[in-house]
Each structure stands twice: as C-alpha cells, then as structure tokens.
C-alpha cells in the first residue's frame, strides 16, 4: 500500500481480492479501512470497477474487540454471496474486532459463504489503511479518499461527522484511445464509470463535489486531467453531466439514452445514483 502526499488521500490498493463462495456462486471483494481517532469505515471494493459494494461503519470504546456498528450497507444482489462475511472477517483479522454490537450487519453469518484461501491471510499483500486527521474536515459535509489499481481509480465521499459512506465515482484513468468523438478525438482523457450517490444525501452537491475532486487528484497524479463523460448515459446523466461541464461524447445505443432503470437503484434498495449502470452516469 502507497499514499501520495494531497489534501485528499490517493491510495494504491496493491493487494490481492478476498475471495468468497455463496449459494450464488464465487465473488472477489478488495478491502479498504479508513479511521479517525474511534471511528472506523471498511469498505468493500469491486475488484474491476472500484465501485463499493458493501460497508461497515463503527466505533470502539473501552475494548477494541468490539466494534458498535453506527452504519452499514451491503449490495442486495451480492448478499448471498457473502459481502458482510467478507467485511466482518477482514475487520477481524485487520483490526481485531471478532465482536459487534448497534445495527445488524446484513449478510454477516458465516454459513451464508466460506471465505476462500482463509489459512492464507497472513500472506496476501495488506489492505490499504487511511487514517485521517481529527477536526481536518469539520467544515466540510464529506471526506473524499481516492483508490486506484490497474488504471482504475475511485473517489470514494464519506459523511464527515460519521465516516459513513454516502456516494463514489469510478473512473478510467487513461481511456484507450483517448478521447471518443469530437474535434479533438484521440486526446488523452480519462473516463467516468459509474456516479452513485446515496438517497439521503442526493441534491446536495455530493456527485458534483466528486467530480471535480477527480480532476483535482488527476491533475495532482500526473493523470489526463480531463476526464470525459461516458457515451453511455442515462437522461438524468446527461443532465448532470451538462451541469458539471466535461466533454459529453455522443451516446451510443444510436443516440438513445440508457434507460434508467438500472441495477444498482433495485440492489441498494434505495435509488440514489446519477447514472444508470456501470459504464454510464
């Protein structure tokens, strides 16, 4: 695990995926921890998207072994494949929490899934840990921490008074063959993959906050700064992708747009994004 110097956090997740298999079949899960001072978050992490899947937000008192859990949510399509397993067992073996008590972590029984390779944690690479500093985003109503590997990246948008996650945007960040369309077809560019914003916290600014974090850290990196929208819109997408400003390439699908009724809003339980599917916002 690296961290680069920035106002936002910019890691590399260079370790490997917890594995897991459920009565829906395997699934690989990467895991991040970010804390400050009592208050822990761990996350989980498509593996190709960088999209969280899954989270766990608590605090410990007197006895470090037990964690109350403040907030926590998990994908209902990756239920059954053991999401909360994951996230438990890793809490367990990172920071040796093995006790919860609070709200109920959603598919957190251990007979719901086995977790591959299990003797073998002790050898993968370590998970990225961020610890941010106590009162640096007092003023501010999300922390954002950036996450990338294999030229992917995420901002990944924290309550700052909770640490609970309310919203991310993966993207690409260099697109093949630069810039899709347009007078300056072939430029350089990174490439939006999905926008998610949590329900409650919709209408306040967060995806737009997290886009221009992107071309902050880009810029920060040494990555394409601009970073265009992807061809694959849903209505509501190409709205905001017209407030934000950006390179808008042509939609594919022969003009139409996505429809927005879309996986992400049915698994969640709670419609919250911008976009209507990976690869589209």
Not at 161 to 171: K, M, P
Not at 239 to 265: I, Q
């Amino acid at each position: 695990m690296t961290t680069e110097e920035s106002t936002t956090p910019v890691v590399v997740i260079d370790g490997e995926p917890w594995e897991v298999i459920g009565h829906a079949g395997r699934a690989k899960l990467l895991v991040v921890l970010v804390r400050r001072g009592r208050l822990s978050t761990i996350l989980g992490l498509d593996p190709d998207v960088l999209t969280v899947m899954g989270h766990i937000t608590w605090t410990t008192g007197s006895n470090d072994h037990v964690g109350e859990v403040k907030d926590t949510q998990v994908r209902k399509d990756k239920t059954a494949r053991g999401v909360g397993v994951v996230l438990c067992r890793a809490a367990r073996e990172l920071v040796g929490v093995d006790a919860w008590t609070g709200l109920a972590i959603p598919d957190s029984e251990d007979q719901v899934c086995s977790l591959q390779d299990a003797d073998a944690i002790s050898t993968r690479q370590p998970d990225p840990f961020v610890d941010l500093v106590d009162g640096s985003s007092a003023a501010a109503e999300e922390v954002h921490v950036v996450f990338h590997r294999e030229g992917s990246a995420v901002v990944v948008a924290l309550a700052a008074n909770t640490l609970a996650w309310i919203g991310h945007l993966a993207w690409r960040i260099t697109r093949p063959g630069g810039r899709f369309d347009g007078p300056e077809a072939g430029l350089a560019v990174g490439e939006i993959k999905r926008v998610d914003t949590r329900k409650e916290f919709r209408k306040r600014g967060v995806a737009d906050r997290m886009y221009r974090r992107v071309r902050e850290v880009a810029a920060g990196q040494g990555w394409p700064v601009e970073v265009d929208h992807n061809p694959d819109r849903t209505e509501s997408g190409d709205r905001w992708a017209m407030k934000v400003g950006g390179w808008r390439p042509a939609l594919s699908n022969g003009g139409r747009y996505t429809p927005d009724f879309n996986d992400f809003m049915r698994t969640w339980g709670c419609p919250g994004s911008v976009d209507g599917r990976i690869g589209s916002h």
